[in-house]
């Protein structure tokens, strides 16, 4: 029996989620290690959820010492089938101050330390990823930012910068040059991930500063940024009920079946101790 449907994943200054009913709190370890924290499981009018920060609570992890993968793999054994992804991002653009939500549908990849596939070990899989964002759940977050009357923006671009320091004035107005809109450090191995494991995904990416390209506007710095967080973290779980209260049941979109095709080894000659600790994801296949 699955215990989540519905996966949400705080980030900056969104460590729980206030709202949910007939709460516990669960730790797995998957088999690719320890998720950043235990998943607070509970319901949302009804709808099963999961919750994980993160960074952890009390923010003990840098981006770049995630364990995306036992995060996500994590969502999986527990069932659930569409992510809500929260985080915090500076912008790129005018247009997105502070306080706006912006929902990109697509992503620039800047890291270089990080595992981004549950693939390797004897198995060789390529998902596409053209459109790296599950259609249904951003607009779940657009129509819900418009529910609950803040401001929120369907499309864009994120650069997923490794960090954990901000970026140079050179590389910010690079990927102003690019047209990106916004710039964060997390959110890029999730997408890749879920789709791997077809698990719908989305992200709303809270602007907290415009990173540090604009004029007049001093270097960003992390006390300015938590006031914003704190401002962002409140609406954000109100948007985040409202989505969850307002997401269908069913799903039509093509992530449910991205493995379908995608992987190209012959099976019999994959490990099978791979074979094995992929087995969630591939059994159906295999």
Same mark, same amino acid.
């Given at each position: 029996?699955? &215990? ?5 994943? @705080? @980030? ?20 690719? *290690? ?11 009018? *009804?709808? $099963?959820?999961?919750? %994980? ?22 969502? $999986? ?12 991002? *500076?912008?790129? &653009? ?33 998902? @596409?990823?053209?459109?790296? #964002? ?16 803040? #401001?929120? &923006?369907?499309? *864009? ?5 490794? @960090? ?6 050179? !590389? ?17 191995? !999730? ?23 604009? !004029? ?46 995608? #992987? ?10 791979? $074979? &094995?600790?992929?087995?969630?994801? %591939?059994?159906?296949? %295999?």
């Amino acid at each position: 029996m699955n &215990k989540a449907e519905i996966g949400i994943i @705080g @980030g900056s200054g969104l460590y729980s989620m206030p709202g949910l009913e007939n709460v516990r709190e669960e730790r797995i370890t998957t088999p690719f *290690g320890e998720p950043s924290d235990a998943f607070v499981l509970g319901e949302v009018e *009804g709808r $099963k959820v999961a919750f %994980l920060a993160r960074h952890g609570r009390g923010h003990r992890l840098l981006p770049s010492e995630l364990n995306f993968r036992a995060n996500i793999f994590g969502m $999986k054994m527990l069932g659930v089938e569409r992510i809500l992804s929260v985080s915090a991002v *500076g912008s790129l &653009k005018e247009e997105h101050k502070p306080t706006d939500f912006v929902m990109p549908d697509q992503f620039i990849d800047r890291t270089f330390a990080r595992v981004g596939t549950f693939f390797g070990d004897g198995i060789v899989a390529h998902v @596409g990823f053209g459109d790296p #964002v599950c259609g249904t759940v951003l607009k779940s977050f657009v129509d819900a930012c418009e529910a609950v009357g803040v #401001v929120g &923006k369907r499309g *864009g671009t994120y650069v997923c910068m490794e @960090g954990p320091q901000f970026s140079t004035r050179a !590389e910010s107005n690079l990927y102003r040059s690019w047209g990106a809109d916004v710039i964060g450090m997390t959110n890029l191995q !999730e997408a890749k991930l879920a789709r791997e494991a077809e698990i719908c995904y989305a992200t709303m990416a809270m602007v907290t500063d415009y990173d540090c390209w604009r !004029e007049g506007h001093d270097d960003v710095t992390v006390d300015q940024i938590v006031a914003v967080l704190h401002q962002n973290a409140e609406n954000a779980a109100k948007v985040v009920k409202a989505a969850i209260t307002a997401m269908p049941k069913d799903r039509t979109c093509a992530c449910a079946s991205a493995l379908k095709y995608a #992987v190209l080894t012959d099976p019999k000659v994959i490990p099978a101790e791979t $074979k &094995k600790r992929l087995g969630l994801l %591939l059994d159906k296949y %295999l």
